[in-house]
Nanobody, 121 residues
Framework: QVQLVESGGGLVQVGGSLRLSCAAS????????MGWYRQAPGKQRELVAT???????NYADSVKGRFTISRDNAKNTVYLQMNSLQPEDTAVYLC???????????????WGQGTQVTVSS
C-alpha cells in the first residue's frame, strides 16, 4: 500500500501562486510515476501533470508554461508549483501514484484525499 498526503492548497487571487506537496509513504518502491489531477464541481477528474521515475514530465495543455511538477526523492515528495493562477484552476487537486510491484505485475493506482485550490477574481 502507498499512502499519499497532500498539502499546500488554499485561497489565492488571480495571478497568484501556490505550491502543492504530496508526501508518499508505505510501499513506495517500484512507483513508476506520480502526478497531480484535479476535479472541479460538476466536472470529470482531469490530469494536470505527471512525473516518472526517470523524471520525464507531462502536462495538460491548459497548465503548460504556468505549472511545474518536481520531485524530491530524499523526502519521497512530489511538488506542483502553480503560477499565474486563474479562476478556472479552482478545483480539488489530488495526488496520484502508479506502482508496479514487478515487471509482470499489474499496475496499481493510489490516491490522496485531495487539497482544495480556490482562485478568486
Amino acid at each position: 500500500q502507498v499512502q499519499l498526503v497532500e498539502s499546500g492548497g488554499g485561497l489565492v487571487q488571480v495571478g497568484g501562486s501556490l505550491r502543492l506537496s504530496c508526501a508518499a509513504s508505505g510501499s513506495i518502491f517500484n512507483i513508476n510515476a506520480m502526478g497531480w489531477y484535479r476535479q472541479a464541481p460538476g466536472k470529470q477528474r482531469e490530469l494536470v501533470a505527471t512525473i516518472t521515475s526517470t523524471d520525464s514530465t507531462n502536462y495538460a495543455d491548459s497548465v503548460k508554461g504556468r505549472f511545474t511538477i518536481s520531485r524530491d526523492n530524499a523526502k519521497n515528495t512530489v511538488y506542483l508549483q502553480m503560477n499565474s493562477l486563474q479562476p478556472e484552476d479552482t478545483a480539488v487537486y489530488l495526488c496520484n501514484a502508479e506502482r508496479q510491484p514487478c515487471k509482470w505485475c499489474g499496475k496499481f493506482n493510489y490516491w490522496g484525499q485531495g487539497t482544495q485550490v480556490t482562485v478568486s477574481s
